[in-house]
């Protein structure tokens, strides 16, 4: 059995649920998955836990160290992490120069033998070559279309409107709340309403969403956003900026709505999304994902594949 180690923080309330939800799915796969949490914020922080570390690797000795996030793959590379793969996610390459200035010597000086991106925008942007595109995936058996009414009940959602839902934390810069707030302010139409809605756990992620009638992101930047891929598994309209992969996400499925950042364009896509509603009511979203092969079973197989190629080029 393979044996791999997770490294990753856990400065925001334990391990990300997206890497957990990896790890799952991996296991799943065969993957026996241990995880190292980074506690410590900044540079200092996180570069106390080298030590820490190198002792856990000497311990459980995994055929692969796998670090999620620029900063994590930045320690397990100076604890002697090897074979070394990668996992960026939308910040590590867009937040700005300078990180990605020491993702490029780090990839080099360490040898790290794969880096996984999520989506084709940030391979590009990224500018290394031996980057495999492999978005995170979505488990079907836990996102999946649900019946509304007794949900939006739960949720405080206003039965006889239809609700937008912003699902981050407006205070966030790269969710970008202002340009959602004032594409609502130039709307002024009582049939709708912006609903925020954030630090929930995750269980109540697939309620939330199909709780909504369409869901809202106005983000400056993304990787391969899973509010997206999640509300498509639940058969929910969207409107979305053009960030990260959304324009491939979307395809030509009626229902997405691709907006600029105006707050007058957003407004305009709203609208027609209202309308879709009214007609349509929901998507093909969930067929649309598995379509992608992004169903978190085909995802983790990749993953997979993506070890064994390390493994045997390491040999």
């Given at each position: 059995?393979?044996?791999?180690?997770?490294?990753?923080?856990?400065?925001?309330?334990?391990?990300?649920?997206?890497?957990?939800?990896?790890?799952?799915?991996?296991?799943?796969?065969?993957?026996?998955?241990?995880?190292?949490?980074?506690?410590?914020?900044?540079?200092?922080?996180?570069?106390?836990?080298?030590?820490?570390?190198?002792?856990?690797?000497?311990?459980?000795?995994?055929?692969?160290?796998?670090?999620?996030?620029?900063?994590?793959?930045?320690?397990?590379?100076?604890?002697?992490?090897?074979?070394?793969?990668?996992?960026?996610?939308?910040?590590?390459?867009?937040?700005?120069?300078?990180?990605?200035?020491?993702?490029?010597?780090?990839?080099?000086?360490?040898?790290?033998?794969?880096?996984?991106?999520?989506?084709?925008?940030?391979?590009?942007?990224?500018?290394i070559r031996k980057v495999v595109v492999i978005p995170n995936g979505v488990d079907l058996k836990f996102f999946y279309p649900k019946k509304e009414t007794a949900?939006?009940?739960?949720?405080?959602?206003?039965?006889?409107?239809?609700?937008?839902?912003?699902?981050?934390?407006?205070?966030?810069?790269?969710?970008?709340?202002?340009?959602?707030d004032q594409a609502f302010k130039l709307i002024q139409d009582d049939r709708v309403e912006l609903q925020i809605v954030y630090n929930i756990d995750h269980d109540g992620v697939p309620q939330v969403i199909n709780a909504a009638d369409v869901i809202l992101l106005t983000s400056l930047w993304e990787g391969s956003p899973n509010i997206i891929k999640e509300a498509m598994a639940c058969n929910k309209p969207i409107v979305s900026t053009n960030v990260g992969d959304v324009v491939w996400l979307f395809g030509d499925e009626p229902g997405y709505f691709l907006a600029s950042f105006e707050p007058d364009d957003v407004a305009l896509k709203i609208l027609l999304a209202l309308d879709f509603v009214k007609k349509n009511g929901s998507t093909k979203g969930k067929a649309r994902i598995v379509k992608l092969g992004l169903d978190s079973e085909t995802v983790a197989k990749r993953v997979v594949d993506v070890y064994k190629k390390t493994l045997r080029n390491d040999n």
């Open positions: 059995m393979m044996k791999v180690l997770f490294v990753s923080s856990a400065n925001r309330n334990g391990i990300s649920v997206i890497v957990q939800a990896q790890g799952k799915s991996l296991q799943k796969e065969g993957v026996q998955v241990e995880y190292f949490s980074i506690i410590g914020k900044g540079y200092i922080g996180y570069l106390s836990n080298i030590r820490k570390l190198r002792k856990v690797i000497d311990e459980i000795n995994p055929d692969i160290v796998h670090a999620h996030y620029s900063l994590s793959a930045f320690v397990a590379s100076l604890a002697g992490a090897k074979p070394l793969v990668v996992s960026l996610m939308g910040s590590d390459v867009k937040v700005g120069g300078l990180l990605k200035n020491f993702i490029s010597f780090f990839q080099w000086f360490f040898s790290w033998k794969a880096i996984i991106v999520k989506s084709e925008d940030m391979y590009q942007s990224l500018g949900l939006k009940e739960d949720h405080n959602f206003p039965v006889k409107k239809l609700t937008f839902l912003f699902l981050a934390n407006p205070s966030r810069i790269a969710k970008n709340f202002p340009l959602a």
